[in-house]
T-cell receptor
Framework: RKEVEQDPGPFNVPEGATVAFNCTYS??????FFWYRQDCRKEPKLLMSVYSSGNEDGRFTAQLNRASQYISLLIRDSKLSDSATYLCVVDSNYQLIWGAGTKLIIKP | DAGVTQSPTHLIKTRGQQVTLRCSPK?????VSWYQQALGQGPQFIFQ???????QRGNFPDRFSGHQYPNYSSELNVNALLLGDSALYLC?????????????FGEGSWLTVV
C-alpha cells in the first residue's frame, strides 16, 4: 500500500461545478498535511495547509479526518484557471510524502 | 528577494554519464531538500541537507549523492546515469527541518538521459 494515495484522474468537469479530491495516508503518526497545486511542467506550489478543524480559503475548503486518515479538498464554483494537478502531501518525521496527484481539467 | 533558484533548467545526458544539479535556497532558509518527479508521478524525496549534513534520505541508491555548502546552497550528483533517471529534479528550501514551515520549490531541472 502506498503511503499517500489519491484518486486516479483525470477529472473533467464543467466550469462552475464543485470538485472534491480525496486522499488517504498510512502513517497514523503524521502531523502535517498539505495540498499543493502543480501546473503543467512547473514546480508544485502550496495551495493550503490542512488543519484538524478544517479550513477554508475562498472557494477552497480542506478537511482532515485523523481517525480515518483521510484528507479532502473541495473546490467550489470551479474556474478554467483551476485546471492543474492537485497533490496531497503528508509530513512524516519531517519528510514530505507526496501522492501521485490528481489532474483536474475544467471545461468551458 | 530571490526565491529558490536551480540550474541548469534543462539538460541531456548519455547513459553512464554523471550529472551535477545546483540549487540556491530562498534567502533566510538553511534547509534544502531534493526531489525526483517522473512524468505522471508525485515528487519522490531523495534527501535533505541541513547544516551541511545529510539529515534524511529517501529510497534512492548511492548513485545519488549531495552536498550543502556553508552558504546553504546545495548540489545533487547522480553517477552512472540510467534511462530511468530522466525526470524533473526539484529543489525545495525551508527555514529549518521541522515540520510546519512552508517549503518553497525552485522551478526544477529537467534531466533527459538518452
Amino acid at each position: 500500500r502506498k503511503e499517500v494515495e489519491q484518486d486516479p484522474g483525470p477529472f473533467n468537469v464543467p466550469e462552475g461545478a464543485t470538485v472534491a479530491f480525496n486522499c488517504t495516508y498510512s502513517n497514523s503518526a503524521s502531523q502535517s498535511f498539505f495540498w499543493y497545486r502543480q501546473d503543467c511542467r512547473k514546480e508544485p506550489k502550496l495551495l493550503m495547509s490542512v488543519y484538524s478543524s478544517g479550513n477554508e480559503d475562498g472557494r477552497f475548503t480542506a478537511q482532515l479526518n485523523r481517525a480515518s486518515q483521510y484528507i479532502s479538498l473541495l473546490i467550489r464554483d470551479s474556474k478554467l484557471s483551476d485546471s492543474a494537478t492537485y497533490l496531497c502531501v503528508v509530513d512524516s518525521n519531517y519528510q514530505l510524502i507526496w501522492g501521485a496527484g490528481t489532474k483536474l481539467i475544467i471545461k468551458p | 528577494d530571490a526565491g529558490v533558484t536551480q540550474s541548469p533548467t534543462h539538460l541531456i545526458k548519455t547513459r553512464g554519464q554523471q550529472v551535477t544539479l545546483r540549487c540556491s535556497p530562498k534567502s533566510g532558509h538553511d534547509t534544502v531538500s531534493w526531489y525526483q518527479q517522473a512524468l505522471g508521478q508525485g515528487p519522490q524525496f531523495i534527501f535533505q541537507y541541513y547544516e551541511e549534513e545529510e539529515r534524511q534520505r529517501g529510497n534512492f541508491p548511492d548513485r545519488f549523492s549531495g552536498h550543502q555548502y556553508p552558504n546553504y546552497s546545495s548540489e545533487l550528483n547522480v553517477n552512472a546515469l540510467l534511462l530511468g533517471d530522466s525526470a524533473l529534479y526539484l529543489c525545495a528550501s525551508s527555514r529549518d527541518p521541522s515540520s510546519g514551515n512552508t517549503i518553497y520549490f525552485g522551478e526544477g531541472s529537467w534531466l533527459t538521459v538518452v
